[in-house]
Every structure is written in C-alpha cells, then in structure tokens.
C-alpha cells in the first residue's frame, strides 16, 4: 500500500485526498545560443575534448546531472501549498 504524506510537515493523506497538492520542480541550465567565429571553426579542438572526456569519466553522475537538468516531485498539503504559494523561493 502507497502512504502519501506531505514532505514538509509530515502530515498522513491519502491518494484522493482534497487536501493533497503535487509540486513538481523543473530545474535546468540556461542556455544562450553559441556564438562562434571563423577561427573557431578553424581551431583544432582534440586536446579540448580529450581533457572534458577524462573530466566526465572521473565525475560524479549525479554532480553533472545537478549542472544541466533536474526534476523534482513532492506531496505536500493543503497548509503547506498555501505557504509554498505565498513564499515560493522561501
């Protein structure tokens, strides 16, 4: 059996319960298109990207996921929807 409780306050709901709130959070990197010249074009980029390629096998999965993209789910009631509404970055 699935048990719904609110992340913030820890209160017990249930599947259908009126007072229940999903918060979904989409976290991700912002991105300026890339601006590039004819010497960049020209540029031998090997060395460059042998270094990042090292750089990712050594690195944590999650550390680099948390850099780019991340989403999160939480269960919260209706208190603390009010609350989250009111003050959404804290």
Same mark, same amino acid.
Request: hydrophobic letters at 35%; one cysteine or more.
């Given at each position: 059996?699935?048990?719904?409780?609110?992340? +913030?306050?820890?209160? #017990?709901?249930?599947?259908? #319960? $009126?007072?229940?709130?999903?918060? +979904?959070?989409?976290?991700?990197?912002?991105?300026? $298109?890339?601006?590039?010249?004819?010497?960049?074009?020209? +540029?031998?980029?090997?060395? %460059?990207?042998?270094?990042?390629? %090292?750089?990712?096998?050594?690195? #944590? $999965?999650? %550390?680099?996921?948390? !850099?780019?993209?991340?989403?999160?789910?939480?269960?919260?009631?209706?208190?603390? !929807?009010?609350?989250?509404?009111?003050? $959404?970055?804290?």
């Amino acid at each position: 059996m699935i048990r719904y409780r609110c992340d +913030k306050c820890g209160c #017990d709901m249930t599947a259908n #319960d $009126p007072r229940r709130f999903i918060v +979904k959070l989409e976290i991700y990197a912002a991105a300026a $298109p890339i601006e590039f010249n004819e010497n960049d074009l020209a +540029k031998d980029h090997t060395e %460059e990207i042998n270094r990042l390629l %090292e750089q990712l096998a050594h690195a #944590d $999965p999650d %550390e680099i996921e948390d !850099q780019t993209y991340r989403t999160l789910r939480f269960d919260l009631c209706r208190e603390c !929807q009010r609350r989250l509404l009111e003050r $959404p970055l804290g």
